[in-house]
T-cell receptor
């Protein structure tokens, strides 16, 4: 199993540009999450999904959108990038009810200039 | 009061030392507890789950105190490789969303 994969690893955006951060998991997990982590800070939840076709906002959803058309994929869309969105973005998945381990992708480092 | 609170540290200890971290949580309905480890510029990874009876994995021991609403992590015989940030994670019953603490930084020096 590849686990959770994220692309790209690193990206520089200009203010106002848009991009999609890709996240795929091959563990058949129902639950998927997007977090951002600013330097020296904890993880903040952006959006989460409890299954294909179901998404909901987390703590900091403004400026982002998500979709979940399949169990495996959970892309995060940034529209009109702003410097405040400079961060490291982690995607994670889990299956509640069992061990509940959250598996994280390696992260996408985004710099908005 | 934050849902999950941790002392950010850093805890600076020599090799071989024993070090302990605590994490307090505010929601008494919390039912799942974990410690994650995050290395610099890497993703968090599960270190261990925390069970009501406590659990041990080699040099690491985790305890849960429901009455006082905290969990703890004890690391014995610290190694240089233990240097990382340790994240406390709590999930409430009926919630899909684990809550992460900000993390406690541990630096083990020679």
């Amino acid at each position: 199993n590849a686990g959770v994969t994220q692309t790209p690893k690193f990206r520089i955006l200009k203010i106002g540009q848009s991009m999609t951060l890709q996240c795929t998991q091959d563990m058949n997990h129902n639950y998927m999450y997007w977090y951002r982590q600013d330097p020296g800070m904890g993880l903040k939840l952006i959006y989460y999904s409890v299954g294909a076709g179901i998404t909901d906002k987390g703590e900091v959803p403004n400026g982002y959108n998500v979709s979940r058309s399949t169990t495996e994929d959970f892309p995060l869309r940034l529209e009109l990038a702003a410097p405040s969105q400079t961060s490291v973005y982690f995607c994670a998945s889990t299956q509640l009810g069992g061990q509940e381990t959250q598996y994280f992708g390696p992260g996408t480092r985004l710099l908005v200039l | 009061r934050k849902e999950v609170e941790q002392d950010p540290g850093p805890f600076n200890v020599p090799e071989g030392a024993t070090v302990a971290f605590n994490c307090t949580y505010s929601n008494s309905a919390s039912q799942s507890f974990f410690w994650y480890r995050q290395d610099c510029r890497k993703e968090p990874k599960l270190l261990m789950s925390v069970y009501s009876s406590g659990n041990e994995d080699g040099r690491f021991t985790a305890q849960l105190n429901r009455a006082s609403q905290y969990i703890s992590l004890l690391i014995r015989d610290s190694k240089l490789s233990d240097s990382a940030t340790y994240l406390c994670v709590v999930r409430s019953g009926g919630s899909y969303i684990p809550t992460f603490g900000r993390g406690t930084s541990l630096i083990v020096h020679p």
